[in-house]
């Protein structure tokens, strides 16, 4: 069954721009993970944050969690053409296997 | 190269066919999957092993079957497939412990059944 779920399903915005993703879901995590994925590619792997975690930076990348109402969000700052991909959060509420939202599309123009 | 080399990167069969999905990791690490994805739909988790041990099997048809020889190799053979079988195949590896970390996912797998 699916356990995260992205909000907005796309998203479009200029170069230079900050992009904001969410991602709710259901139920415990030991950890939630955001991953890009540009078209017809595999995933990549962005960041990981750990259940006891509330906040986490990778570059132009930071991720929050919020365990309280079961969210996270994922903002990229400083946007770029070649951030244009769709963007995953994943959870690992089954154990070891990581179940996936069905994404965000988001597109920046230059 | 992510480290996961999943070869064919493109396979189009017919529905009578026998064919087989690689996948190849050499970054050590003990845990390897296969996902499904198809258009606009979330990534299904179709098979998990750990330890070269099969530990999941996502009540996946049997006309898929997976193998896995060692802790390097993983295969997905294919045979009599559906043309709703049609999807980008990915393979991931991981390392499987407590905390959890990232997988590292293959380029995939196009596939097209006619």
């Known amino acids: 069954s699916q356990q995260g779920e992205e909000d907005p399903q796309a998203l479009s915005i200029q170069e230079g721009e900050n992009a904001t993703m969410n991602c709710s879901y259901k139920?415990?995590?030991?950890?939630l993970q955001w991953y890009r994925q540009n078209s017809g590619r595999g995933l990549v792997h962005l960041i990981l944050i750990r259940s006891n975690e509330r906040e986490k930076h990778s570059g132009r990348l930071r991720v929050t969690l919020d365990t309280s109402k079961k969210s996270s969000s994922l903002l990229i700052t400083a946007s770029r053409a070649a951030d244009t991909a769709s963007y995953f959060c994943?959870?690992?509420?089954?154990?070891?296997?990581?179940?996936f939202g069905a994404g965000t599309i988001l597109r920046v123009k230059s | 190269e992510t480290g996961v080399t999943q070869t064919p990167r493109h396979l189009v069969m017919g529905m009578t066919n026998k064919k087989s999905l690689k996948c190849e990791q050499h970054l050590g690490h003990n845990a390897m999957y296969w996902y499904k994805q198809s258009a606009k739909k979330p990534l299904e988790l179709m098979f998990v092993y750990s330890l070269e041990e099969r530990v999941e099997n996502n009540s996946v048809p049997s006309r898929f079957s997976p193998e896995c020889p060692n802790s390097s190799h993983l295969f997905l053979h294919l045979h009599t497939l559906q043309p709703e079988d049609s999807a980008l195949y990915l393979c991931?590896?991981?390392?499987?412990?407590?905390?959890?970390?990232?997988?590292?996912f293959g380029s995939g797998t196009r596939l097209t059944v006619v």
């Open positions: 139920t415990s995590i030991n950890n």
């Open positions: 991931a590896s991981s390392q499987d412990g407590p905390g959890g970390y990232g997988y590292t």
């Open positions: 994943a959870t690992d509420a089954q154990g070891n296997k990581l179940v």
